[in-house]
């Protein structure tokens, strides 16, 4: 992959992903178009936050991953999980204060950082919570937190993994509208996790199945055409039928 392209802003060329001898992720090639919402589905263990992970520089990888910057290069990540310590007396506002200014949270904010804070909460729809300890947020709220924070500064690249598991369904709908919101601003190219076939006829632009290996890669329409995930993996995809 020698060739920058104007369309692709994330390339994958035959990545592969072992442990211990076994492979996590087998010869997957993937392009994940400029401005584009493009989403990876599949079962348990198909490899899709290893993948994440080696596009973040996380886990070493065969192959190769290029990313084709034009605006500022910046990566925001959202997690599928984020365990909070219930003993720690961080807020929100320390949380989100604490990459955006030099002097540590313990010794007080900034104008600058609470400022800044105020319009992230702003952005999520959290106004008004700077001061709630993180560990008592719902899931929904620590998710909106999260997105706050991979969204300051403007990411070129924004990685969700599973950003709607566990949100009830007002929760999951504000997110659908939120990522609509941020593609749209032609800014932002989103690559996103998750099992939610119905989400990904709703939202998405580009789907790729993974299972281990790309199983399916295309357009939307093409791709899933009223298939379930069971119908997109292999018959010999045993772990998916004991899932």
Same mark, same amino acid.
């Given at each position: ?17 072992? =442990?211990?001898?076994?492979? $996590?992720?087998?010869? %997957?090639?993937? !392009?994940?178009?400029?401005?584009? +919402?493009?989403?990876? &589905? *599949? ?58 200014? =030099?002097?540590?949270?313990? $010794?007080?904010?900034? %104008?600058?950082? !609470?400022?800044?804070?105020?319009? +992230?909460?702003?952005? &999520? *729809? ?80 580009? &789907? ?36």
């Amino acid at each position: 992959m020698t060739d920058v392209s104007e369309d692709w802003l994330l390339e994958i060329q035959r990545l592969a992903i072992h =442990r211990n001898r076994e492979a $996590l992720v087998d010869d %997957a090639s993937l !392009r994940v178009g400029r401005g584009s +919402l493009h989403v990876i &589905v *599949g079962p348990n263990g198909a490899g899709k936050s290893t993948l994440i992970g080696a596009v973040l520089g996380l886990i070493p990888f065969d192959g190769r991953i290029v990313l084709n910057w034009k605006h500022s290069g910046a990566i925001g990540y959202v997690p599928q999980t984020f365990p909070v310590d219930p003993t720690l007396p961080v807020t929100v506002e320390d949380f989100l204060a604490l990459t955006r200014q =030099r002097r540590p949270v313990c $010794l007080g904010l900034s %104008a600058q950082s !609470r400022r800044t804070v105020s319009r +992230l909460l702003g952005l &999520v *729809g959290l106004a008004g919570l700077e001061r709630r300890p993180l560990a008592v947020l719902s899931g929904g709220e620590l998710r909106r937190v999260l997105l706050a924070h991979a969204m300051d500064p403007e990411p070129e690249l924004l990685i969700l993994d599973e950003p709607t598991s566990g949100l009830d369904e007002a929760a999951a709908q504000w997110l659908e509208e939120t990522l609509a919101t941020i593609k749209r601003s032609g800014r932002t190219t989103i690559l996103m996790v998750t099992h939610d076939l119905d989400q990904v006829r709703r939202i998405a632009d580009r &789907v790729t199945v993974l299972d281990r290996r790309i199983v399916a890669e295309g357009a939307v329409a093409d791709v899933l055409a009223g298939a379930t995930i069971r119908d997109l993996l292999p018959a010999s995809s045993t772990r998916w039928r004991r899932a």
